[in-house]
């Protein structure tokens, strides 16, 4: 006998690495809980509104890097995800959205509460999709799931109710293995880039969620060319704190004091990020930007050189090509001065007695009690 539509979705988002699915009980994704509730590899987190569901599904997705979903009911229930959807899109989080939709004959009728939902999603979501056979489950899952992953992009399927519980004969697949090779490039394009990178006097590197993969490498990359890192919204916990030169974020709720000194930079490196707070950035710095999707790599952001390519695999390159170079120490003195000036500011900020709670306060009884948490 066959697996149920319902199944072999969680089969499928299993061999992904999804173990939670955030969402609210409702009438068409009954057959989807009733499947969940049968297994124990993916649980069902309950929560009181759609909305909030995607936004736990986005965050997820930037914390992790690796495809998080959500599911809804049809109608007001799919609509009320939207808010959450924006979030993912706008930050470029690989989400999957699963909505129950109206019985397969009734898709395109008055049933009640029936909307078009490619239509709706269409803003937010890379792909969309509408499920009109059972055994077309794995196929469209799969598409759905890699170009979330691929392209960092939130993806939808609308399911039919009836078809949730409906048996299919196709199996979930488990992913091929992926051997990745290094980016290839044009000598001449990183001797250019090297060259410009060569005559900084206060490099920085704004690092963002695409470096997930690159930590280690731009932190040696940092050390070796004298830059600074900041880290965008998206960058927010890829470093450890004790990093070198490490002056955490800029914008609301960063590093107050890294502004004065990233408005300085002569020559700054974005490494996996798209993101350009204006307000706090250099004016006159010549921008090298890192980017797998090379048509983002100028929107917005005064971008000289774009290198379309991997961050894990770009910066080993860099730091080859970079090989020798001498540091500006003044530059590495003022940075080591910020880096402190926000480290001691927190920690007595942190230590202040007060009859409410705020943001310093609260996160250093937060941090004492996670150190004594077991991981």
Known sequence: MGK?????????????GVKRIYGVTGDTIIG????????????FIAVKHESVAAFMASAEAKLTGKLAVCTSTMGPGATNLLNGLGDAYADRAPVLALTGQAPL?????????????????????????NLASEDAIV???QKAAQ??????????????????????????????????????????????VASLMKIAKKPMILAGAGAWKATEAIERLSV??????????????????????????????????????????DVVLLAGVSWWPEGYVPEQARIIQIDTHIEHATSGIPVELAIKGKTEQV??????????????????????????????????EGKLVVHHFIPPVLLGLLSKQLRKMPY
Do not use: C
Not at 35 to 43: E, G, P, T, Y
Not at 148 to 154: D, E, G, K, P, Y
Not at 322 to 340: A, C, D, H, P, Y
């Open 4 to 16: 149920t539509v319902a199944e072999v979705i969680l089969d499928q988002l299993s061999y992904y």
């Open 32 to 43: 989807l809980l009733d499947a969940l509730a049968k297994q124990d590899k993916i649980k």
């Open 105 to 129: 004959n009734k898709i395109g009728t008055n049933f009640q509460q029936y909307v078009d939902q490619q239509e709706l999603f269409k803003p937010f979501a890379t792909y969309s999709a």
């Open 139 to 141: 196929e469209l899952l």
């Open 147 to 192: 170009i979330s992953l691929q392209q960092r992009a939130v993806t939808h399927l609308s399911i039919p109710k009836d078809l949730f519980e409906t048996e299919t004969q196709v199996e979930a697949r488990p992913l091929p293995r992926v051997i990745e090779g290094a980016e290839t490039f044009q000598s001449d394009d990183l001797v250019e």
């Open 224 to 265: 070796q060319w004298g830059a600074g890192i900041i880290t965008s919204f998206g960058g927010k916990g890829l470093f450890e704190e004790s990093t070198p030169y490490l002056l955490q974020g800029i914008g609301e709720g960063g590093n107050p004091h890294a502004p004065e000194i990233f408005k300085e930079a």
């Open 315 to 348: 910066v080993p390159l860099l730091q080859e090509f970079i090989s020798g170079f001498e540091s500006n120490t003044e530059w590495l003195t003022r940075m080591e001065q910020v880096k402190l000036k926000w480290a001691d500011q927190n920690e007595q």
